[in-house]
């Protein structure tokens, strides 16, 4: 049962810190999102790539954070340094661009406390 | 532009009830319509997409949801409602000849199911 991966699964950490946060895609799929989770602003897309290549990243803080995926197989969102107001909770969720119904596949997400 | 609105942030009903949740979307081309379930602590998990295949979407879970297009609907719906299906679930509308598979996602609707 192929599925989207994600470590670390929770992540505390100090105001200040670097925070890097990794994803695995389903094996195969060419798309890849970040996206972040607060309860006041509900469910943000940050950044998605495809074929590895960056197609928008305007829904990300382009002082603190960033994201890559140096290969196929692991993408990769930063934030450094981070603040309190990252807490949230951020998933990576892939997909098959060209693929007749672009269904995105969901990783069960890192949590995120920035004290 | 392409958008979505989820009416209602939440929805409570009696266990053995009507499930109805709304979903209406703006699109300039096809789209396609998407649910999606999200459990506590964990990712969003597709429940079911509308490709144009059939106006009546069957998903997991005894879930459908009815494309309208007369209406922008998506409305979701399951007959008789279980304990089990207390959750936020969100609506999403991607458009047919996008290369990029992103979606637009509503604001989320948290379902209550009372005993």
């Known amino acids: 049962d192929a599925r989207v991966t994600q470590t670390p699964r929770h992540k505390v950490t100090e105001m200040g810190q670097e925070v890097t946060m990794r994803c695995q895609p389903i094996?195969?799929?060419?798309?890849v999102f970040w996206y972040r989770q607060t309860m006041m602003q509900g469910l943000e897309l940050l950044a998605y790539f495809r074929n590895r290549a960056p197609l928008d990243d305007s829904g990300m803080p382009k002082d603190r954070f960033s994201a890559e995926m140096p290969d196929a197989t692991l993408a990769t969102l930063k934030i450094q340094p981070s603040e309190p107001r990252d807490s949230a909770v951020y998933f990576c969720?892939?997909?098959?661009?060209?693929?007749?119904?672009?269904?995105?596949?969901f990783g069960p997400g890192t949590r995120l406390l920035v004290l | 532009a392409q958008s979505v609105t989820q009416l209602g942030s939440h929805v409570s009903v009696s266990e053995g009830a009507l499930v109805l949740l709304r979903c209406n979307y703006s699109s300039s081309v096809p789209p396609y319509l998407f649910w999606y379930v999200q459990y506590p602590n964990q990712g969003l998990q597709l429940l079911l997409k509308?490709?144009?295949?059939?106006?009546l979407v069957k998903g997991i879970n005894g879930f459908e949801a009815e494309f309208k297009k007369s209406e922008t609907s998506f409305h979701l719906t399951k007959p008789s409602a279980h304990m089990s299906d207390a959750a936020e679930y969100f609506c999403a509308v991607g458009w047919r000849a996008s290369n990029t598979g992103k979606l637009i996602f509503g604001q989320g609707t948290t379902l209550q199911v009372k005993p």
């Open positions: 094996l195969g799929h060419n798309t």
């Open positions: 509308y490709t144009s295949a059939a106006t």
């Open positions: 969720a892939s997909g098959l661009a060209g693929d007749r119904a672009e269904t995105q596949y």
